[in-house]
């Protein structure tokens, strides 16, 4: 693989990998704490609000568009570059300022939009007061996103990766807190769950803080100074901006549209929605390690290299990031899709959270594991539309999604219950990468698997299949640890052989060479 964009995937990947770990804990100590009752649907909903919104201005709609401009303008003239920069700050903090007075004063309406099964029950009520509380976030964390595409454009992956891993231990802080000295909340919230709840959504806005001051320190360090020295003017390049972002935005509306759809399904059936948020929780590992490692690197360097007219560069870059994110993602959908019960137990099961909750976030895990590589593999496909300022194209693809979605969700849910919000989403996943994969064969060679990237991919599917066999006949052989004490030790057995296995079977059939890994780490390094 080429030395920069390993380098990125790296970076990206191990940081995001760390707060990935750190969401583990703070989602352990959410369900010890919080359970799946009232509370933690509530803070669930409420928190989901702003990042709904985040992901339809920030890394969605309005990153996507600004990345391969910005990538663009540097390639000329970096003191250009930020200058647009800051006209797009300042634009962002106009307009999300008063988005969020606009939120905060509407919540009702917003928590009825994602969850109207909440209507009617102290569910509603607490999801208002926490979703004002939280809102804010959006503006933090807008601002951090778009400051971190200026860092990744210029190669400067560190901080922004770092960021998602100070908000957990913010959360992790605030639960650690409120464990060790009760008496810093008020006495009159005299529930263990209120108190944890209050504290959790207090940490929302806090943490957005932390995670916009770290990026804006490593831009300030890098010499780029962001701070906007006008006020907000709509510049030709802004204007150029808004033009492709805006379908992009459309797009990105459709893609949370998608969610609330499951989220309304699932606030129909008690539990529902603490179960889903948790199994999603588990396969976003993967996801977050590999999808946006890919989604992050790839981008700026495909904006790049078609400016370059470079489309061998293309090529290269498109198959190396498909084999980074098969290699990765197959044996995580794998290993979820085989033992998905042993792992939400271990992780979860303890508190307010019991066996009854561990079986149907199981079930929920299994189906969104089905959806893992798809959801990867849109992290791939997306750049070769956002890097040519192509943004239409997706938003179409993105609503016959959302149509897949919606049929699957509410027309099975009388039938199959809460899981038909997750059977929705996945079903959902694979269309959006059926289409995007028929729209990209129009760019020609550019956007085509090299031969070593399509050999590999079907050796890397057969290692997948190979540890799945051994991880069910290792899971059936734990299985009297899974039921006692040493449960932490069977799980940490199972995946030592899971990831053992995998790794000798890739390399057994050539679907992986190590010199070439252990290459990219001493470059890393």
Do not use: C
């Not at 307010?352 to 909750?357: H, I, L, Q, S, W």
């Amino acid at each position: 693989m080429a030395p920069r964009l390993v380098k990125g995937f790296l970076t990206v990947g191990g940081w995001t990998l760390l707060s990935r770990i750190l969401g583990f804990a703070r989602d352990i100590l959410i369900a010890r704490f919080l359970g799946t009752g009232a509370v933690a649907e509530a803070f669930f909903v409420a928190f989901s609000l702003p990042n709904m919104f985040r992901r339809f201005f920030a890394e969605g709609a309005f990153n996507m568009a600004f990345v391969p401009l910005y990538a663009k303008k540097l390639e000329a003239d970096g003191a250009e570059a930020d200058q647009f920069a800051r006209d797009a700050v300042a634009g962002m903090v106009m307009i999300l300022t008063l988005f969020s007075v606009l939120g905060i004063v509407f919540m009702p309406a917003l928590v009825l939009a994602m969850a109207s099964g909440f209507v009617d029950d102290a569910r509603f009520a607490l999801a208002v007061t926490y979703g004002r509380i939280a809102f804010p976030y959006i503006l933090l964390i807008s601002l951090a996103a778009l400051i971190s595409g200026v860092l990744n454009s210029n190669n400067r992956f560190l901080a922004a990766a770092l960021a998602p891993a100070l908000l957990n231990l913010v959360f992790i802080g605030a639960m650690g807190l409120v464990w060790a000295f009760p008496g810093l909340m008020p006495m009159a919230v005299p529930v263990p769950e209120l108190i944890y709840g209050r504290a959790l959504v207090w940490a929302v806005p806090l943490g957005g803080a932390v995670q916009l001051g770290i990026v804006w320190w490593a831009a300030a360090r890098a010499g780029h100074r962001l701070l906007p020295r006008k006020r907000p003017r709509l510049t030709p390049d802004l204007k150029r901006l808004l033009v492709i972002a805006a379908p992009a935005a459309l797009a990105g509306g459709v893609v949370q549209v998608n969610l609330l759809v499951g989220r309304q399904v699932a606030s129909y059936f008690e539990s529902a929605v603490a179960w889903l948020n948790y199994a999603d929780r588990l396969y976003q590992l993967p996801l977050g390690v590999v999808g946006i490692a890919i989604g992050v690197v790839l981008l700026p360097d495909l904006s790049r290299r078609v400016r370059a007219e470079d489309a061998e560069g293309q090529r290269y870059a498109y198959s190396r990031a498909f084999e980074f994110a098969w290699l990765l993602t197959l044996p995580a959908a794998v290993a979820l899709l085989v033992v998905p019960l042993p792992v939400v137990s271990v992780l979860f099961e303890r508190g307010a959270f019991g066996p009854d909750d561990s079986a149907a976030t199981a079930v929920a895990l299994m189906i969104y594991a089905l959806g893992l590589p798809a959801f990867v593999l849109q992290k791939v496909l997306q750049p070769l539309y956002f890097a040519r300022e192509d943004t239409r194209r997706p938003l179409r693809y993105a609503v016959a999604a959302l149509i897949v979605n919606a049929a699957v969700a509410i027309g099975l849910a009388p039938i199959i219950g809460f899981a038909a919000a997750a059977l929705g989403t996945t079903l959902a996943a694979w269309a959006m990468v059926v289409l995007l994969w028929l729209g990209a064969r129009q760019m020609g060679p550019v956007a085509t698997l090299d031969r070593r990237a399509r050999s590999r991919g079907w050796r890397i599917a057969w290692a997948s299949v190979g540890m799945g066999l051994v991880l069910w006949v290792a899971n059936l052989a734990l299985g009297p640890l899974f039921g006692s004490g040493w449960r932490a030790l069977a799980l940490a057995l199972l995946v030592g052989m899971g990831i053992a296995s995998y790794f000798a079977l890739a390399q057994l059939f050539g679907a992986v060479r190590f010199v070439e890994l252990s290459g990219a780490l001493r470059r890393q390094r």
